[in-house]
């Protein structure tokens, strides 16, 4: 167990939204890997002892590698590193990653050299989410991993968000959704495991900042990390 809670982060001191503790309903396109309350989350690891989570250092994913972890899974953490990720994402990621003893691997990515994602066009969020599990999924492959697995939960709402296609389209299996498992059932697992990660706000990567039509660039990436705060 992981007992690394700061000391000033109080959970009671934390807001976070009310759409947490609901759940959103499949979408006839959900792919089989993405189907609310199918199975529960003990069964899947029992199935599946060996593993690759693709880790963003955000609440979700970091629950589903700690889980795995503790369930007695052979499993390996993967991060894309692009200019549209945040910089404290990576250094959360490593940070958990080195208190679960589990090996980190960092694929870099070159999203800007990707014209059909720069243009920013209303796919946008699909095309970038299919690259970066169809390059994770890649990568776990040659390292042995025959499973990909992603943080995605039951609060997240197929019809708001289109990388749940491509999450179908490459494969992903997103065990917590398929446990029924909400927004606020991971932050409160999360905080039984001692998580640093239970009460971390979500944040979406800096390219969902950039008006849609509007071209993605270093400029607007780095205007958009200005205007949330964190550049």
Not at 98 to 123: E, Y
Request: charge should be negative; proline fraction near 7%; hydrophobic fraction near 40%.
């Amino acid at each position: 167990m992981v007992m690394d809670m700061d000391a000033d982060e109080n959970p009671a001191r934390v807001s976070h939204s009310p759409y947490e503790g609901l759940t959103a309903l499949d979408a006839e396109w959900v792919g089989e890997g993405q189907r609310l309350g199918t199975e529960p989350l003990e069964a899947f690891f029992a199935r599946t002892p060996r593993l690759a989570v693709a880790f963003s250092g955000g609440c979700d994913s970091a629950y589903l590698l700690a889980a795995a972890k503790e369930a007695g899974c052979q499993v390996g953490a993967y991060m894309a590193a692009s200019a549209f990720q945040a910089p404290f994402e990576r250094a959360d990621a490593e940070r958990l990653a080195t208190q679960l003893g589990v090996p980190l691997r960092t694929v870099d990515l070159d999203v800007l050299a990707r014209p059909g994602i720069c243009a920013n066009p209303p796919d946008r969020c699909y095309r970038c989410k299919g690259l970066i599990f169809g390059t994770l999924g890649a990568a776990a492959q040659r390292d042995g991993f025959p499973v990909l697995a992603d943080g995605t939960n039951a609060s997240d709402d197929p019809q708001r968000r289109p990388g749940f296609k491509a999450l179908a389209d490459q494969g992903v299996v997103s065990p917590l959704r398929r446990a029924g498992l909400t927004k606020k059932a991971v932050r409160e697992a999360s905080r039984e495991l001692g998580l640093f990660t239970a009460d971390k706000p979500r944040f979406s990567c800096l390219a969902a900042h950039v008006p849609q039509g509007e071209p993605i660039t270093a400029a607007s990436l780095d205007a958009a990390a200005r205007a949330c705060g964190i550049l």
